[in-house]
């Protein structure tokens, strides 16, 4: 059973930075895809950022230029690092991993397996 683990949220001014991690155990092969996602309260959940077994990423296009993805697959750890941080960016952030080979997208329902989430606070 994949198990995802996110940690790294907090609460930050406007302008700061925050780096979510999210350690992946329980797999027989690595997951192709990983990606962050967030949601809002009201609000659906939104992919930020994904990562692909090639280095390929993407990005949600209001975000580029402030956030960036990484892994490090030595230590099975994917993550987040979000700079100039503003109120808007307050949600709760998942990690998901997908099952097998995939398309690199921000279509939550390519993923198959899903952290608790860790919480963002952007106050102005």
């Known amino acids: 059973q994949v198990q995802l683990v996110e940690s790294g949220g907090g609460s930050v001014q406007s302008g700061g930075s925050l780096r979510l991690s999210c350690a992946a155990s329980?797999?027989?092969?690595?997951?192709?895809?990983m990606g962050w996602f967030r949601q809002a309260p009201g609000k659906e959940r939104e992919g930020v950022a994904a990562i692909r077994g090639d280095g390929s990423t993407t990005y949600a296009s209001s975000l580029k230029g402030r956030f960036t993805i990484s892994q490090d697959n030595a230590k099975n750890t994917l993550f987040l690092q979000m700079n100039s941080l503003k109120p808007e960016d307050t949600a709760m952030y998942y990690c998901a991993a997908s099952s097998g080979w995939c398309l690199l997208t921000l279509n939550p329902s390519a993923y198959a397996y899903w952290g608790q989430g860790t919480q963002v606070t952007v106050s102005s």
């Open positions: 329980g797999y027989t092969t690595r997951p192709y895809c």
